[in-house]
């Protein structure tokens, strides 16, 4: 069975830049928002519990009404609790289905920004956190979403805190736009198949 590497960090960190790096270097990664994005759409248990949850307008016309599960997400915590409680564990099925496809390669990754806090710690065998300093993060972020820095921050405080993630982390990458990652890669993936 494959080594299953957990790479998580915040907002802007470049946990997406991690991943294709991994990916050239042979390293199959399941992307979580995307394949999440995906399985919004066509499981139909999520669309069912969604709509019982938020009404039908949650996927008026046959598609999910993002603005509307956004708000209520991030209405309260509760919310979020109640959104995550439905999707996380058809996620966590979706990625066990992922690896087992995958079950010939000896390392495979999930890339998620809330993999400790979701529940996916459990999932995978280490932990890789991508570390960056909090002005790089919200620069990269401002830039790619196109969006405020205020709100960018407000993300950012509404994740995780670094430190704590480093904590739980089993290895840290440095990517703070000086640091070289592949030295950092190469070093990470001869200590994982170890």
Request: aromatic share 4%.
């Amino acid at each position: 069975m494959a080594i299953r590497l957990g790479i998580t960090g915040g907002i802007g960190s470049g946990k997406s830049v991690v991943s294709r790096l991994l990916e050239v270097m042979g390293v199959p990664v399941y992307i979580s928002d995307t394949e999440t994005r995906q399985l919004m759409h066509t499981d139909e248990s999520i669309r069912q519990e969604l709509t019982a949850l938020l009404g039908a307008e949650v996927y008026a016309g046959g598609v999910l009404n993002r603005p509307l599960l956004a708000s209520y997400l991030f209405g309260s915590p509760q919310h979020a609790a109640e959104v995550n409680g439905i999707v996380h564990p058809r996620v966590k099925d979706d990625f066990r289905r992922w690896t087992s496809r995958h079950s010939s390669c000896p390392l495979v990754g999930i890339e998620s920004a809330i993999l400790i806090e979701a529940g996916f710690a459990n999932e995978v065998d280490k932990i890789i956190m991508v570390y960056a300093p909090r002005e790089v993060r919200i620069v990269r972020a401002v830039a790619r979403d196109h969006s405020s820095r205020e709100l960018i921050e407000k993300r950012i405080l509404s994740q995780m805190d670094d430190e704590e993630k480093r904590r739980q982390a089993d290895f840290v990458i440095i990517n703070d736009g000086e640091t070289p990652l592949i030295p950092q890669l190469r070093k990470l993936l001869l200590a994982s198949v170890r």
